[in-house]
């Protein structure tokens, strides 16, 4: 039996409102209330003074490329940079090449997550090769192990085959996760369209592309009764449409993601691709009202959306270069800076949004240090600041925003199961 006591560290433990200094105890890889006198001897023994116990961290929005993309990114590599950034847990979209849209590749996919060195999740399509011309067989998808399906990159853009799609879920009690953005009003944009875009000389993306969508599925679910999770939401608007939906009591959840909370379209002045992606950076008065939409409850909980490019990819013009970001690694030094100390939110409550409350929108079986939970956990110092730069990082690319700038706040140690698999920079 492998012991493991976790000694002085402050516990945070938002499912079962946990927030005090002590101890906790790991056997077989499952968290126990206590431990014998004698299974005290025997275990190893890791001194978390000064730093945050909490579960490991959720992140219901990542994409991992495997298969067909490995060039950016792997299972194996990006679940690396999941522990190193504090993840236990995470859920890949499926957007690869193939997409996952049948239970061969799901399957492919689950095979490789076995060697991974967080838990990871596959999501399936919506549509057959995400074209959204038709749909994909959801009930071999949800037999193969998919936990929610998406067509994320892309949007469903036919309102009957959404409603067609969202119907069928419900059947098989998978959540639709969905790219919110009408596309005939973003053809060849890339930043959000307004005073900015128009300084710069690029193409503009009106906010009125996601609210429109997110308006659509808030009306399906509606009608439906289906679970509609609306992922990296980046407009005031929406966020305010998800408000009404929610005390209309319609069955909507959506998430935010640290970018959209951190930073805006004034960023975009150097043309620097590692600013650029899908939602593009809004305005503050956008940015603003997705944190207060986290504060109360609208938007549930924080999703990464880490989509990582190689470095040949990302330097190109500015129109050229593919949208995205990693994030796994900055996730939490970034949410503790702008709705910790700058927001003044609650600790525990930003670790609920990045444990419980992600977990529970899929249902999970994460986020909680309860016993008899799978033993996760993200050790982590929330004063230390340090400089975070991304050719030192897990992930294969290096496409972040961040690198190069001092952070607040460190993951120390990342336990999986009862196993250490990061610890001090290092994986184990």
């Not at 959801?138 to 309102?159: F, M, P, Q, R, Y």
């Not at 929406?238 to 005390?247: F, M, P, T």
Request: glycine content about 8%; some cysteine; hydrophobic content about 40%.
């Amino acid at each position: 039996m492998s012991l493991l006591w976790i000694k002085n560290g402050r516990v945070i433990d938002p499912a079962t409102k946990r927030d005090k200094t002590g101890d906790i105890f790991i056997a077989s890889g499952k968290f126990v209330k206590s431990l014998t006198a004698a299974q005290k001897k025997q275990a190893a023994k890791l001194d978390a003074r000064g730093l945050v116990v909490c579960p490991g961290l959720v992140d219901i929005h990542v994409h991992f490329r495997e298969p067909g993309q490995t060039h950016k990114e792997t299972i194996l590599t990006g679940s690396q940079a999941a522990a190193a950034g504090g993840f236990t847990t995470v859920v890949c979209m499926p957007n690869t090449s193939p997409p996952a849209d049948n239970a061969g590749t799901v399957e492919l996919i689950n095979n490789a997550a076995r060697h991974a060195a967080v838990h990871v999740y596959p999501t399936g399509c919506i549509t057959t090769g995400m074209k959204g011309e038709q749909l994909a067989p959801h009930g071999s998808l949800k037999k193969a192990g998919v936990v929610a399906i998406t067509d994320d990159g892309l949007c469903v853009e036919s309102n009957e085959l959404m409603r067609r799609a969202v119907e069928y879920a419900k059947m098989f009690d998978l959540t639709v996760l969905d790219h919110c953005q009408d596309e005939s009003l973003t053809k060849k944009a890339v930043m959000n369209e307004g005073t900015v875009s128009t300084r710069l000389g690029l193409q503009g993306w009106p906010h009125a592309a996601e609210d429109i969508i997110v308006a659509r599925n808030i009306i399906l679910s509606a009608y439906s009764g289906a679970h509609i999770h609306m992922q990296h939401i980046s407009s005031a608007m929406s966020v305010e449409l998800v408000r009404r939906a929610k005390k209309d009591g319609i069955n909507v959840t959506a998430e935010a993601t640290p970018h959209h909370i951190a930073l805006t379209e004034e960023a975009l002045g150097t043309y620097d691709t590692n600013f650029k992606m899908n939602p593009p950076l809004r305005t503050e008065k956008d940015r603003n009202a997705i944190v207060a939409g986290l504060r109360d409850g609208t938007l549930d909980c924080i999703g990464t959306d880490h989509a990582p490019h190689t470095p040949d990819e990302k330097d190109r013009e500015f129109d050229y270069a593919p949208n995205g970001i990693t994030g796994l690694e900055t996730a939490l030094p970034v949410c503790l800076d702008v709705l910790v100390r700058k927001n003044k939110f609650k600790l525990p409550y930003v670790i609920d949004l990045m444990t419980r409350r992600a977990a529970n929108l899929l249902k999970l079986p994460a986020g909680t240090l309860a016993p008899g939970a799978v033993a996760d956990v993200c050790l982590f110092d929330p004063d230390e600041i340090w400089l975070y730069d991304a050719r030192k990082g897990f992930s294969k690319s290096l496409n972040s925003p961040w690198t190069g700038q001092k952070l607040t706040g460190r993951v120390k140690t990342t336990i999986v199961s009862g196993k250490v698999v990061y610890a001090n920079g290092r994986l184990i």
